[in-house]
């Protein structure tokens, strides 16, 4: 008779994982992948804010372009900051005409509002600069031009800029 003894008939234990440590990998694989999920949510929730405040300055920078561009004299008397003639921006024809300018939304010069900027605001202030603000230059050959663009999410940008008199003949002094 055959009486061989069989030592082993299974392989070592370490061969493989056990139902309970496969859940428990899974388990902490899920709170892995939950925690991952939620900061990225966070992430994803705020990614048109860095769009909106490029669009904010975009905004800023094109009304103050704009107000810059006009000239520095009325055209039609040759005087500094008369009257503005009111109504839509395309009937400004100097750069003071901008002072006190405000807006609810972003509209074209004819008034035209802009599509997808509703909820843009703006304001513009037109100043005369203060003593030694431009070095030299005298109070009254120079305005300083404020834009402020709000938001959507309300924060405000503020840019500011400068004209000079040098169109004038005589030069301003």
């Not at 704009?66 to 008397?77: G, M, R």
């Amino acid at each position: 008779m055959y009486t061989e003894r069989i030592e082993n008939r299974h392989p070592a234990r370490s061969a493989g994982m056990t139902l309970v440590e496969l859940v428990l990998a899974i388990a902490l694989a899920g709170l892995m992948v939950a925690g991952i999920m939620s900061s990225y949510s966070a992430i994803a929730g705020r990614s048109a804010d860095p769009m909106i405040r490029i669009q904010t300055v975009a905004v800023a920078e094109s009304f103050l372009e704009e107000a810059l561009l006009k000239p520095f004299l009325d055209p039609a008397t040759l005087t500094r900051c008369p009257a503005s003639p009111g109504g839509a921006r395309d009937n400004f024809n100097n750069i003071c005409d901008y002072a006190d300018y405000s807006a609810s939304a972003v509209t074209l010069p004819n008034g035209a509002a802009v599509t997808g900027l509703e909820n843009y605001a703006v304001a513009i202030s037109v100043a005369d600069i203060a003593s030694g603000e431009l070095g030299s230059v005298p109070t009254q050959c120079a305005l300083k031009v404020t834009v402020t663009v709000t938001s959507p999410l309300h924060e405000a940008t503020i840019l500011t800029g400068y004209r000079t008199d040098y169109e004038s003949t005589p030069p301003c002094s």
